[in-house]
């Protein structure tokens, strides 16, 4: 009995030392992760996948939601920097540098993994347009009847305003099996008018309903809001022009335009409101308008 | 003889359950329960492709163990314990008595497979919150695990046959990953100068088990179903590939000295 009382004090005190010890070593421990973060893959795809052997879908799942996260830190943390402002059409911010890698080695390990380039083909770009380029083509070399990694390359070359290869690449990925009928007329409506707003407006569109990444929704609404808000402004900037023309005045107050601007939701003074419900604002003395500083709109 | 044979096998089973071999399916239920709960938060989108993965990998990682691990015991445990004077004074064959044990062992990895199976299943249902395609689909490359395993025991066996344990689970699991780089060495014994190590890199890939005829895991986690042709392949492969094995185990088997 003595012996079992003994025992049972040492384990009670010396898993509570073990917990204490923890817990201030816990306090003056470095981060080490943060300065390993930040490291290059050692690692290339094809040595990859040899050493996974038969685990390679499974690896490439990792290497995935590592990309995820990696992403998701930086925002964290530029959020946390910047007093919670983020504009996700800005990513340059966030100083990608290990993503192409990440997504890289996801596809060498899985070549079919779809949502991986429609990812890269979204992210990418912000980044490093070739790689993101080089990597898509890699996933059509890999899937070639994936009519959805034309589409996300051929946006990739309109990004950058090269309509005519964005055609010819929607062209090539209307000849697949299963493309969609509006694929032809993409490949026609780049060709012809690649920089409208009609034709990015139709591009977001597409892209939205062929994905099923809520990351890559979110940015494609942000997009077509922002494309939205700039018919606004063309709307609003025209209603300003005629009153200046019938008045010989530009307006003091939104309230003298308020019944010519009766699609639009407006606020307490009349203000019309943008998509991210902030007021336009009237600029040059009534005779202009424009965002406000706080919408939220990308620009 | 075949009640004989059903016998060792009945024994070889419930001695694996005695053994609490099946105990790795508490781990496995685990395994899948935590990442079909956790694993929607990182995966964006991705829950049912990682759940098939993440199942069937742990799937043919468990089996191979069970299949190295116990599969190495089968001839010695009897031969410590002698056991195996008992039974051979009976009128059983030395090769006779090898396959019952290597029957044993595989349906304690059916039962193993089949119930690791039903778990991705219900994993997958609460992921996809719906009569997912996958549930089905997730069978024919399950099958294809099975017949891997099934060669791995063999190999376990033939090594057990005439070394010790230790070594041979060492000599396994050797060919368990040699087996998966069977595509690289055709492409080494097709891109080498040398006529010699082109030959032996040839013989090498022929007799060496190619386990890339039972990958189906990442096509799977896809949606794809391998093909009819390829399963039955695969199939008819491992049985030959097995009945080869167990021929050379009781080759050696039946001249080893017991004394």
């Given amino acids: 009995m003595k012996t079992d009382i003994a025992l049972a004090l040492v384990l009670i005190v010396c898993l509570g030392g073990a917990i204490g010890l923890s817990r201030g070593l816990d306090q003056h421990r470095i981060n080490s992760s943060d300065s390993f973060a930040e490291e290059p893959l050692y690692l290339n795809g094809r040595s990859a996948k040899r050493m996974t052997l038969a685990f390679n879908g499974l690896a490439a799942d990792w290497y995935w939601m590592r990309s995820l996260q990696y992403v998701g830190r930086k925002i964290v943390t530029y959020e946390d920097e910047h007093n919670g402002k983020f504009d996700l059409a800005d990513l340059s911010a966030l100083d990608l540098r290990l993503l192409p890698s990440l997504l890289d080695l996801t596809t060498t390990l899985d070549p079919q993994f779809i949502p991986a380039y429609e990812y890269a083909a979204v992210i990418l770009p912000e980044i490093n347009p070739n790689q993101a380029i080089a990597l898509l083509e890699k996933g059509i070399a890999a899937n070639q009847s994936s009519w959805r990694l034309y589409q996300h390359l051929g946006y990739i070359y309109w990004q950058r305003q090269d309509y005519r290869r964005a055609g010819e690449v929607y062209e090539a990925g209307a000849r697949m099996s299963g493309a969609p009928t509006w694929m032809p007329a993409m490949a026609a409506r780049m060709k012809s008018e690649g920089g409208s707003r009609a034709a990015a407006r139709d591009m977001y569109r597409h892209l939205r309903e062929s994905s099923s990444d809520a990351s890559i929704q979110q940015m494609v609404d942000h997009q077509l809001s922002r494309l939205n808000a700039l018919d606004e402004l063309d709307t609003i900037r025209q209603t300003l022009a005629s009153f200046k023309q019938r008045n010989e005045r530009c307006v003091i107050s939104w309230r003298e335009v308020n019944s010519e601007l009766r699609g639009f939701q407006l606020d307490a003074i009349g203000a019309p409101l943008d998509p991210s419900n902030a007021p336009y604002r009237l600029i040059n003395n009534g005779c202009g308008a424009d965002f406000d500083p706080n919408s939220k709109v990308a620009r | ?259």
């Avoid at chain 2, 993965?53 to 468990?62: C, I, Q, R």
């Fill in chain 2, 1 to 259: 003889m075949f009640g004989q044979t059903l016998a060792i096998v009945r024994n070889t089973f419930r001695e694996a359950v005695r053994d609490r071999v099946l105990y790795n399916l508490i781990l496995f239920a685990l395994l899948l329960i935590g990442s079909a709960i956790f694993i929607g938060e990182l995966s964006a989108g991705q829950e049912a492709k990682i759940v098939i993965d993440l199942g069937l990998s742990a799937m043919l990682l468990f089996g191979a163990f069970i299949a190295i691990f116990v599969g190495v015991g089968l001839v010695h445990k009897e031969i410590e314990r002698r056991t195996l004077y008992a039974i051979l004074s009976k009128p059983i064959g030395r090769g006779q008595f090898l396959f019952g044990k290597y029957l044993g062992l595989n349906l304690t990895l059916l039962v193993n497979i089949v119930v690791m199976g039903l778990g991705v299943v219900l994993a997958l249902l609460y992921t996809t919150r719906s009569l997912d395609p996958l549930v089905l689909r997730i069978w024919p490359a399950i099958l294809l695990i099975y017949f891997e395993l099934l060669i791995i025991t063999a190999i376990a066996l033939v090594f057990s046959s005439f070394s010790s344990p230790a070594l041979s689970a060492l000599l396994s699991f050797f060919i368990f990953v040699i087996g998966h780089f069977s595509n690289d060495l055709r492409a080494l014994s097709d891109s080498v100068a040398s006529t010699p190590a082109r030959w032996l890199f040839r013989v090498l890939y022929y007799l060496l088990p190619n386990f890339s005829n039972f990958s189906a895991i990442t096509a799977t986690a896809h949606g794809a179903i391998p093909d009819a042709r390829t399963v039955a392949g695969a199939m008819v492969y491992g049985v030959l590939y097995v009945a080869a094995l167990l021929s050379v185990a009781a080759l050696v088997f039946r001249r080893r000295n017991f004394k």
